[in-house]
């Protein structure tokens, strides 16, 4: 099989998504099932945008700063909880390397959230996203490595060893212009099923792990950005560097599996692509889960306020009377929402403890202001 565009002697090649072409490499009858599930339920998800804004508003607030969280403590980057709010909130300025780092991976996050549709899936545009990586660090991003590096473990007794040569530093700009062309034309031509192309990118992505330094980092990163591009907006509402976090031995050892031959051309790259896929059938299985949750405890909300708007001004109710209505919410969750109607002067509390009531109040126009 020829090395498209590369020297072979010089070791670097782009390679799985040539495997993923060979007549030999017929897509695993569980692939195809994962495949199937992602896109049913990439079909829900237009669903849920058109219906629960609030709840994804909420969703998205949390996934952003799950993100910047989980991808840099993945490569043992972290922050304080009260420090990582401040730096994703930009209501401070990083302190330390750790920080900087996070505020980075903050700025190249967002930026992917917002404009993702609009940018280009160029070579220049991953050391752009590299370069704003760096800003905060003071050291130099976006450019290509220009030493080797390779990938590799610790062992408990401290010792450290090559698991993986990565591409010739000589190579990666060749590698990468290679590795653009062929997945746009991928996409373009519909050739493999849409995902497994996204996998197939990474997977070589990290294999060539083109920068000296945050090559984890900007391997998620672009997987969001390609999903997005791709119509899979689970990214924007799930932290897939969470659920990424949260099976690190898979993580590694799918990608120790795949990369084995890479260079020789000879690897097999279902072991990747399967937990590739695993990891945005998770990310989607959260997602359903949260949106039922909050929807229904929007909907025990929505229940609650519709009932006190329908109570006349002077009328006493009780929470037991709320309970009725609320659809199977708690004592304590029907008393946090009466309180924040309280706070808005819809009703008044009258008594304490377990005798405790409210009142409806009267209001200039005859109705209170539920909401």
Known sequence: MPFFGLDRGLGAKVQTLRRLDEKFALVPGAVVTQLGRIDAAQGREDLFVQQ?????????????????????????????????????????????????????????????????????????VVLQMHRDLSAFTGLPGGRWKGTENHIEEVDPD?????????????????????????????LAEGRHHRLLVIGAYVLDFLCIHPFLDGNGRMSRLLTTMLLYRAGYGVGRYVSL???????????????????????????DPWPWLSYFLGTVTAAYGAFEERVGVLGARGAKVEAIHDYVASLPAGHVFRIADVRRVAGGASDSHIAKVLAALRDQGAIVARGRGRGAAWERCETPDGAGPIG
């Not at 698991?163 to 746009?184: E, G, S, W, Y």
């Not at 031995?249 to 599996?257: S, W």
């Open 158 to 186: 401290g010792s450290r060893h090559v698991v993986f040569n990565t591409a010739p530093a000589a190579t990666v700009p060749a590698a990468m212009a290679d590795l653009h062309a062929l997945t746009r034309s991928a």
């Open 241 to 267: 560097e969470r659920v990424i976090e949260g099976s690190k031995d898979g993580y590694y050892g799918a990608l120790r599996a795949s990369s084995n031959a890479w260079h020789e051309g000879a690897h």
């Open 52 to 124: 629960r804004p609030a709840v994804l508003d909420r969703l998205t607030q949390i996934a952003r700063i799950q993100s910047a969280e989980s991808s840099n403590a993945i490569e043992g980057i972290v922050a304080s909880p009260a420090r990582l709010r401040a730096l994703m909130d930009q209501r401070s300025e990083p302190r330390n390397r750790s920080e900087a780092e996070i505020a980075g991976y903050r700025s190249v996050l967002d930026l992917v959230h917002r404009s993702a549709m609009d940018m280009p899936f160029t070579p220049e």
